[in-house]
């Protein structure tokens, strides 16, 4: 269901801080994220995009501040309920992430089966996914045989098998040439039109010319700008 | 759960070498472990039947009168610690001896006169039957101006027991020892097999598995690696049982002792044992690395 008119904050950070010892990965960053949001994470290289995603996913701890997904406070969550704030995500890493010894089939399944979801449907809904990414091939293969732009993919499949609430793409199009990409990118506004609520990190411009909503700017750990795409187009400066 | 028996047994084939060597030493481990129980069960049999037989044997002066005898068994019976006497004509004791050696008929032929004396077999209350209370009868039952001589052939038996005593401590504390051992061999095939999954540990739990998910598999393996070491450790003690049991039955002492292996309830506690080694171990090593 869409639900434009919904737009209470799914995620809120307040002053958070991140720090890598004496390392200022993320400075003062306070920001809402409405439910079904497409928001791009943009910066250069070393920006803190990773980081500011990783604190998202109790990836890392912050240093300082606050952040709430979904009203649940992340520096309070018991250790045991971590997997359940993570079965809110689809995340897509930056390095794919995928076990090199398990077959595609089964990279792609875990998720399911950890939320205990029944085999013949783990089986159903894996192919479909596969098949929706242009993977269906692979079934069998294990990821280290597989080019980088399809290793990729397969991130992007495992993160939407379990139709997650938010999605989490750290550059999903980063290794892809554009045709796999818009393939890509069209299966997350898809999602996004579904009413999940979509943030991608990138420093591609091109990807966030063609996608459009909201951009948030880092630079070397400071939140710089929040516009809309246009004017972040049209802003040399950035 | 089918599913976690699948990444187990899939864990186990792609370790084929760390699992069969921690399967093989739980075997060695059950094996001297359960070679022990099997040594003590038999052993205790022994001791068990010679405690049974505990008896005073006592032998009469010759041509003791009747009236005498008849006497000195009420005296006998009387006494503290006696369950019963049983007077033995020394004709009885001589057609007795006469059955046992039918063999050899001409031992006896030319015998003019039974040379048995008449005797009395005393057996004692379950409270009596050790060492000590033993040799007090015996000595009070040789100050009897008509006994002979007073026989108990088992007085080397309360060394005996004594040493056997010692010797099962000894079992209990290598049973021991062998416990930790294997516990901490178990531990560590499964902290390396960890090791050698810890990005696919890492990545489950980024995508939202729980900790017992990811744990499931590596208890199966433990408990997979504890039973089949259990089984194939008892295995081999039995075929070495067979063997034993064959070359005894072949060689001199037919029927005197019949050694029995262990009893199902012991066979099966075992196998339980180790199985619950290999779930120890695992949980062992599982906690130190899932934190
Ligand atoms: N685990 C870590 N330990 C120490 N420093 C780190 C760690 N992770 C990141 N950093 C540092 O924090 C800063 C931000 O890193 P981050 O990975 O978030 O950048 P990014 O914006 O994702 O860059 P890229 O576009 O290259 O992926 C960098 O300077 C990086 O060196
Ligand atoms: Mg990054």
């Known amino acids: ?238 | 759960m089918i599913h976690n028996y699948k990444r187990a047994i899939q864990d186990i084939r792609d370790h084929r070498f760390l699992n069969s060597v921690t399967i093989i030493t739980i075997a060695i481990s059950i094996l001297i472990v359960s070679s022990f129980a099997l040594f003590f069960v038999n052993a205790n049999d022994i001791i068990n039947s010679w405690k049974k037989g505990i008896k005073i044997m006592v032998y009469l002066k010759p041509d003791t009168p009747e009236t005498k005898i008849s006497k000195l068994i009420h005296k006998i019976q009387h006494m503290d610690g006696i369950r019963d006497v049983r007077f033995i004509s020394k004709n009885e004791a001589f057609q007795e001896l006469k059955k046992q050696m039918k063999r050899q008929p001409s031992l006896f032929e030319n015998l003019k006169e039974n040379p048995l004396p008449d005797a009395f077999e005393i057996r004692l209350k379950i409270s009596f039957q050790n060492q000590e209370k033993v040799e007090i009868l015996a000595t009070r039952l040789e100050s009897f101006p008509q006994i002979d001589e007073v026989e108990y052939g088992q007085r080397w038996l309360g060394q005996f027991t004594n040493f056997f005593n010692l010797f099962r401590l000894t079992g209990y504390a290598m049973g021991g020892l062998f416990f930790i051992a294997t516990l901490l061999i178990v531990a560590n095939t499964i902290r390396l097999v960890l090791y050698s999954r810890r990005d696919e540990v890492e990545i489950m739990r980024l995508v939202g598995a729980t900790d017992s998910f990811i744990k499931a598999p590596f208890y199966i393996q433990g408990l997979i690696q504890g039973a089949f070491g259990g089984i194939i450790g008892l295995a081999t003690l039995f075929v070495g049982f067979l063997l034993l049991s064959s070359s005894m039955e072949r060689g001199i002492s037919p029927g005197l002792f019949a050694i029995r292996f262990l009893s199902t309830g012991a066979f099966c506690g075992i196998i339980l044992g180790s199985t619950f080694v290999g779930w120890i171990g695992c949980y062992l090593s599982l906690k130190q690395f899932l934190k």
Request: hydrophobic fraction near 40%.
């Open chain 1, 1 to 238: 269901m869409i639900d434009g008119q919904n737009k209470s904050p799914i995620i809120r950070m307040f002053h958070v801080y991140k720090n890598y010892g004496a390392k200022k990965a993320l400075v003062n960053i306070t920001l809402d994220i409405p439910k079904n949001e497409l928001l791009f994470i943009s910066g250069p290289s070393g920006a803190g995009k990773t980081t500011l995603l990783k604190l998202l996913y109790l990836g890392e701890k912050v240093s300082e501040g606050q952040i709430l997904i979904e009203g649940m406070n992340l520096s309070r969550i018991s250790h045991k309920r971590i997997p359940l704030l993570r079965r809110k995500y689809g995340i897509i890493f930056q390095d794919y992430k995928l076990i090199a010894t398990k077959t595609i089939f089964d990279n792609v399944a875990i998720v399911l089966e950890a939320t205990g979801k029944k085999r013949r449907f783990i089986e159903k809904k894996v192919k479909s996914i596969l098949r929706t990414v242009g993977m269906e091939e692979s079934l069998h293969s294990f990821p280290p045989s597989l080019s980088g732009g399809e290793q990729q993919r397969i991130a992007v499949a495992r993160a939407i098998v379990g139709d997650p609430k938010i999605i989490l793409a750290d550059e999903p199009t980063g290794n892809l040439d554009e045709v796999s990409a818009n393939i890509i990118l069209d299966l997350l506004k898809r999602f996004h039109t579904r009413g999940a609520t979509v943030i991608i990190a990138t420093h591609d411009k091109e990807l966030i010319r063609k996608t459009g909503g909201r951009v948030i700017h880092l630079n070397q750990g400071y939140m710089q700008k929040t516009t809309n795409v246009e004017s972040y187009i049209n802003d040399s400066q950035l």
